[in-house]
């Protein structure tokens, strides 16, 4: 295992694959979102979007595995955040 981490190639995939996921994630953070949530509380998803596009740039050279992974979970977490507000702040769009 040890290897594959190590292995420059593999982890520019890794990193790279994390950016495209950011990509598809702007889906969760900006779009779905603006369908639903009032505009003051929408501000926060897409301050959360740059955050998370700024720490996966960030961490692409140092920590790909983290950048590949932090889309993915970013993306789970702005997902239950959205359904939480539906369910209690009645966000419907």
């Keep these: 295992m040890k290897a594959i981490i190590q292995n420059r190639t593999v982890a520019w995939t890794a990193g790279v694959l994390g950016l495209v996921g950011?990509?598809?994630a702007?889906?969760?953070?900006?779009?779905?979102?603006?369908?639903?949530?009032?505009?003051?509380?929408?501000y926060a998803f897409w301050a959360?979007?740059?955050i998370v596009l700024g720490v996966t740039v960030w961490w692409l050279r140092s920590h790909?595995?983290?950048s590949a992974l932090l889309p993915l979970i970013g993306a789970v977490?702005?997902?239950?955040?959205?359904?939480?507000?539906?369910?209690?702040f009645g966000w419907r769009g």
Excluded: D, F, N, S
């Excluded at 779905?32 to 929408?42: D, F, I, Q, S, T």
């Excluded at 977490?77 to 209690?88: A, D, F």
């Design 26 to 42: 702007v889906l969760l953070y900006v779009i779905l979102p603006g369908l639903e949530v009032p505009k003051p509380e929408l």
């Design 77 to 88: 977490l702005v997902t239950v955040i959205r359904i939480y507000g539906e369910q209690h």
């Design 48 to 50: 959360a979007w740059l």
């Design 22 to 24: 950011h990509l598809v």
């Design 64 to 66: 790909p595995w983290r």
